[in-house]
């Protein structure tokens, strides 16, 4: 596996006006050496976990709407595999994920067998990993928050086109494009916008198969300045499943996107 990389999750500059950021946290591979020696999966079996779990290319279509954009939103981006720790996870028994071995920390793979053993103490990680990145995109939005009196988060992911066993809620539809919304932090025309942003990719639905948003817990819930979207992209629009080479697809997909982040102003 790789070094660690340095830093971990990177921050990429917008406009100063833009109160978009598109925060990417679930794109990379990478899992440095120390943590790699926790995981008891051999390197193939490493490898087809990645392929699986990994929202392959979504740092590239974020890069790719940035660079279309009116107005450059900002990037926040995870450099480390979510097989580290997953910065979107509640760190505590708020986390329903943790049902099937996947809160902030894994111990469970996306087919259920033993990624790390369950015992582990997780607290390390999550010191090292989880609070430093969660301050750093709290601090991202505020800064938002200061320059433009709002901050629109845009979480960009992707799923596959079929269920896999760890999801809790798989069995809904599974359109071309999911939306996750949040009752207080999505307002309707944030969800109108998106709507009919990716018509152009086909159908959306709202909160299925995945739902919610990730917004800082230093604003989740209190201000509502702060709006926030989940955009997951069925993958089949746009590589080859279950964690190959992007196509043509990825840059329609990216023109929605870059729709999308226009319409924010």
Not at 72 to 92: A, C, K
Not at 146 to 160: E, L
Not at 174 to 191: K, W, Y
Not at 194 to 212: I, Q, S, W
């Amino acid at each position: 596996m790789d070094d660690e990389p340095a830093p971990s999750f990177e921050l990429l500059p917008g406009g100063d006006r833009s109160p978009v950021i598109l925060h990417v946290p679930h794109s990379s591979r990478a899992i440095p050496a120390s943590v790699r020696a926790g995981i008891v999966l051999s390197d193939v079996e490493l490898e087809d976990e990645l392929d699986h779990i990994t929202d392959s290319h979504t740092a590239e279509l974020a890069a790719e709407a940035a660079g279309r954009a009116r107005s450059t939103p900002w990037q926040f981006v995870n450099g480390l595999s979510r097989l580290v720790i997953d910065p979107e996870r509640f760190p505590d028994e708020r986390e329903e994920m943790v049902a099937v071995g996947m809160g902030a920390v894994y111990t469970r793979t996306t087919r259920g067998e033993t990624l790390r053993p369950s015992d582990e103490d997780p607290a390390a990680l999550i010191a090292r990993y989880f609070h430093p990145y969660a301050r750093a995109m709290a601090a991202a939005v505020a800064d938002r928050l200061a320059a433009t009196g709002r901050a629109v988060v845009i979480d960009v992911h992707s799923y596959p086109s079929r269920r896999l066993p760890y999801e809790l809620h798989g069995e809904g539809a599974r359109p071309p494009v999911c939306l996750g919304a949040d009752g207080f932090h999505t307002p309707g025309e944030l969800l109108a916008q998106a709507r009919e942003a990716f018509a152009h990719c086909g159908d959306t639905a709202v909160n299925t198969p995945f739902a919610g948003t990730y917004v800082p817990l230093e604003f989740y819930g209190k201000d509502a300045r702060v709006s926030a979207l989940m955009v997951e992209i069925r993958r089949d629009l746009y590589l080859r499943e279950p964690g190959g080479p992007a196509g043509p697809g990825l840059v329609t997909v990216a023109k929605a996107l870059t729709e999308l982040v226009d319409a924010q102003g």
